[in-house]
């Protein structure tokens, strides 16, 4: 693989304003240059996806890809949409490359944003054999093409009659996952879960969260102590500054502004807390503002979580 080195990453995520902690950075180029394509866990708001975006199109200034092709996982997707399928012409039935095939022809890294929301078998078909080393012959030809297609990793020999598409060995996937899901593991076969390198981008520590969040970004640095209950990255927390940057041209108080910004940033990543934690979320939230939206804050946390303890 061509030049894309941890020191270029680095300073690539530095300049877009992106923290991680110690060896990420270096655990991902590792990785790719070993040949591994690359599933990055982690928190909601990590960064994980801005980090998949920023990786390829590293990779493309190293001239690695010719670019890379975003994609977001859906529990819809079958082999059509990845692998393709027949679609009808002017002289006919023809095979219309899916999302996977279409990024190895162009030569463009497949980026996948939350893939534990495919169903495996279903959305990666063939796929799941190309990258467990061995071709596979698709019942399909292309346009104007005698033979089927076949798709054949980096190293083997294309199936006798084919029409061959083969797969750079630069070729990468790197998809991301906000949990590490260890239902996911039980769907991927061996042979392919060792395909993947699992990276885990860890939120930072507080005191980068501080260095983040100045000026009007230090209101939002009051909510830091939710991190005690949850894992929230460093986008959460960006988001909401932004918008009490705005809200406070309004000249409303600060505890309306950090009520308001729980309510829209903050609250929804709790979805599912329990009563105690219920109660930590109040006590928290709640000493940092006014009585006014203590009432208020007692009530939109009952009635979010479902319980009734707070009412």
């Known amino acids: 693989m061509a030049d894309l080195s941890a020191r270029a990453l680095q300073e690539a995520a530095d300049a877009n304003g992106l923290f991680f902690r110690d060896h990420t950075i270096e655990q991902i180029v590792a990785a790719l240059d070993s040949g591994k394509h690359i599933v990055l866990t982690g928190p909601p708001g990590s960064g994980k996806t801005t980090l998949a975006y920023l990786v390829a199109e590293m990779a493309k200034r190293a001239m690695i890809n010719t670019g890379y092709l975003p994609t977001t996982a859906t529990s819809e997707w079958t082999s059509y949409e990845t692998i393709g399928g027949l679609q009808p012409g002017a002289d006919g039935l023809f095979f219309r490359p899916g999302l996977f095939v279409e990024a190895i022809i162009a030569g463009q890294w497949l980026v996948i944003d939350e893939m534990n929301r495919s169903n495996f078998d279903r959305a990666f078909g063939q796929l799941f054999t190309v990258l467990s080393g061995s071709s596979v012959v698709l019942p399909y030809k292309r346009a104007g093409g005698s033979q089927p297609v076949s798709l054949v990793p980096p190293g083997v020999e294309a199936p006798v009659a084919t029409d061959p598409i083969k797969l750079p060995a630069t070729w990468r996937i790197i998809a991301t996952m906000n949990v590490f899901d260890k239902n996911l593991l039980f769907e991927m076969s061996y042979a392919l879960m060792r395909r993947f390198a699992f990276i885990e981008v860890a939120t930072p520590s507080d005191e980068a969260y501080c260095n983040l969040l100045q000026g009007p ?77 203590q009432v208020e804050l007692r009530r939109v946390v009952a009635t979010a979580l479902g319980l009734d303890l707070l009412v």
């Not at 939002?220 to 929230?232: C, G, I, K």
């Not at 009563?275 to 006590?283: G, L, M, V």
Request: charged share 25%; glycine share 6%; aromatic share 12%.
């Open 217 to 293: 970004g230090e209101l939002v640095a009051r909510l830091l102590p939710l991190r005690q209950l949850t894992d929230l990255g460093p986008a959460v927390y960006l988001d909401a500054s932004r918008y009490v940057a705005r809200r406070l041209l309004d000249q409303v108080t600060p505890s309306r502004v950090l009520f308001e910004v729980f309510y829209s940033y903050f609250l929804p990543q709790f979805e599912g807390a329990d009563e105690r934690k219920a109660d930590q979320i109040f006590e928290l939230v709640g000493r940092q503002l006014d009585q006014a939206e």
